[in-house]
């Protein structure tokens, strides 16, 4: 959905393609698109950002303050709202719009008192008042909910409810309970994966970095690399069309496991699984805070960081430069700039003191061996039977066969019901679960798998992965095929058929990957499969 600045919003997910409905509905797309140039800000520092973010947030803001209202229990509430892409029903105090709300309240408290010095600002009490008294986010066993009476109990691909968690970051991951939480969250929308596609890989991704969790990290990034994008990088959702988001997101979460800072922190090689990864460096990653990262990790061991202010005003810092790694102590430090120095907080957090200034510098590295690390920053190498920058190559050798299966050999005994709401549909149900709705009584006359089906292993076709049945399924050429048997399953009106495919089945159709689990298996490839210019550095052409 997407929301115009006249409170009128667009929403193909909930109303249908085209369709025209009234506020309060989806109001939180403002308030998103504020994080977003909030984060341009943060990661310049440079004040006109600050002005432009402030005056679009301030707007975002005294919408939601107009449409809250007092409880009974003494605490804000905010109407009915849409969590996006949530195929359910929708309810009051949506969480998607709560912690868009608490974040927008809070970072215009914190614009117009510490950056901006907006002595006259006539909200502020108001803003004061409202984060002070905002509801709690509605939460049940299962972790946070899509709203106060809707539970998160459909799967579907958006992570709208867990905003608090990425890309708002507003809870404290350090407190243990809040963490606890919001793991066991995310584990329960990961988990119920039957509507999940490539694009969740990259949120999962840097959720799992937040978690410590970095085999699930690296897993996700190169399962979506493997089976999800293209060779132009390029990436889309079978027939819901491209899906532009997801490449880049997927590039951002690359930087997140070098470099990422949450919870007022700057964290260095959090994200690396090093037992995937021996060795990794980067050049000139930038940080919120306006600074230049670089550094270089091998085999399990970070062996140094540098740290370059390149702020456009000195004057635009207000925090501590707080840094989290794992170099060994003592730390020692490398200072062309004068007066730089460190203090160790515990827990692998250090401050630096006397980077304030821009265009200041220093390096730290480990002192633990007795002498300086090699500084020199290389590619890393690279196998050209992996690379394949822009699909230039191809080296695919995926062997084709005809189809020999037999009827026989169909483990899936269906039975099948007209969908109550759509009458043009079917349900295909295996042992009285649910397994897949098929939109057309004539699945050979294009048909389509719905409830949003993921992108397949052949990369131009629709597939899915059926939890009741324990199946892959595909739509090819009109046809429902089982990628178990790569058998076609026929509707004719009331009744269904079960027939060999019509059309020649690859053998990569014939071997799907398995189905969405937690932490998948690593892959084999390296990050040369995306292109080298990632950990590619400075002395390379």
């Keep these: 959905g997407a929301s115009s600045l006249e409170c009128k919003e667009t929403c193909y997910w909930d109303h249908g393609q085209d369709c025209l409905i009234t506020s309060p509905t989806i109001v939180g797309n403002l308030m ?15 004040i006109k950002y600050a002005r432009g973010v402030y005056t679009l947030l301030r707007r975002a803001v005294n919408y939601y303050v107009r449409i809250q209202t007092m409880g009974k229990d003494g605490h804000y509430h905010l109407p009915i709202t849409f969590s996006p892409e949530y195929p359910g029903p929708k309810g009051p105090d949506t969480n998607y719009d709560l912690a868009l709300y608490r974040w927008g309240l809070e970072t215009a408290i914190h614009l117009a008192k510490d950056i901006l010095n907006i002595t006259d600002e006539p909200m502020l009490e108001t803003w004061s008042r409202s984060l002070e008294l ?63 596609t490539g694009f969740c890989r990259p949120v999962v991704a840097t959720m799992s970095m937040l978690f410590e969790r970095p085999a699930s990290l690296y897993s996700n990034v190169t399962y979506l690399i493997d089976n999800f994008i293209l060779p132009n990088t390029f990436y889309h959702e079978g027939e819901n069309g491209e899906c532009g988001e997801t490449p880049p997101m997927a590039a951002s979460t690359l930087q997140n496991m070098a470099l990422y800072k949450w919870n007022g922190v700057i964290f260095v090689f959090s994200g690396i699984d090093d037992a995937s990864l021996e060795d990794v460096s980067f ?32 004057a635009s810092a207000t925090e501590p430069l707080l840094i989290w790694t794992s170099l060994a102590s003592p730390i020692q430090i490398y200072a062309p700039s004068p007066g ?10 250090i401050q630096v003191i006397g980077l304030e200034k821009a265009g200041s510098k220093c390096m730290f590295y480990s002192n633990s061996t007795g002498s300086r690390p090699d500084f020199t920053i290389k590619a890393a190498p690279i196998d050209p039977t992996q690379a394949n920058y822009w699909g230039l190559h191809n080296h695919s050798s995926t062997p084709k ?43 050979g006359k294009g048909s389509k798998l719905l409830s949003r089906p993921c992108l397949g292993p052949g990369r131009t076709m629709c597939s899915k992965y059926c939890d009741a049945c324990e199946q892959w399924w595909m739509v090819h050429k ?39 689990p937690w932490h998948p298996q690593p892959s084999t490839s390296t990050f040369s499969d995306i292109g080298a210019e990632f950990f590619k550095l400075n002395d390379l052409a």
């Excluded at 483990?411 to 149900?429: C, G, I, N, S």
């Design 283 to 314: 050049y000139h990653l930038r940080a919120q805070g306006a600074y230049l990262f670089s550094g270089r990790r091998s085999k399990g061991q970070t062996e140094w960081f540098s740290v370059e202010n390149v702020r456009v005003d000195s």
């Design 401 to 443: 066969a005809e189809n020999t299966n037999t009827v026989e050999q169909m483990p899936v005994d269906f039975t099948m019901k007209k969908h109550t709401q759509r009458p043009d549909t079917v349900a295909l149900e295996f042992e009285n679960k649910m397994c897949l709705v098929v939109d057309s009584c004539e699945m």
């Design 134 to 196: 905002l509801t709690p986010y509605p939460v049940d066993a299962n972790g946070y909910r899509i709203a106060a009476t809707i539970p998160f109990n459909v799967s579907h691909r958006h992570f709208s409810h867990l905003f608090m968690v990425w890309p708002l970051t507003t809870i404290d991951l350090f407190n243990s309970t809040a963490r606890a939480l919001a793991e066991k969250s995310v584990d329960h929308w990961i988990g119920m994966g039957t509507s999940l």
């Design 32 to 46: 998103w698109t504020s994080q977003l140039y909030y984060l341009q800000y943060q990661y310049s520092m440079d």
């Design 478 to 516: 009109g046809w429902l095929v089982s990628l178990a048997t790569g058998q076609c399953l026929r509707t004719t009106g009331s009744s269904l058929g079960i027939e060999n495919c019509p059309f020649p089945v690859s053998h990569a159709l014939l071997n799907p990957p398995e189905p969405w």
């Design 340 to 349: 730089v120095s460190l203090v160790e907080k515990g827990d692998g957090i």
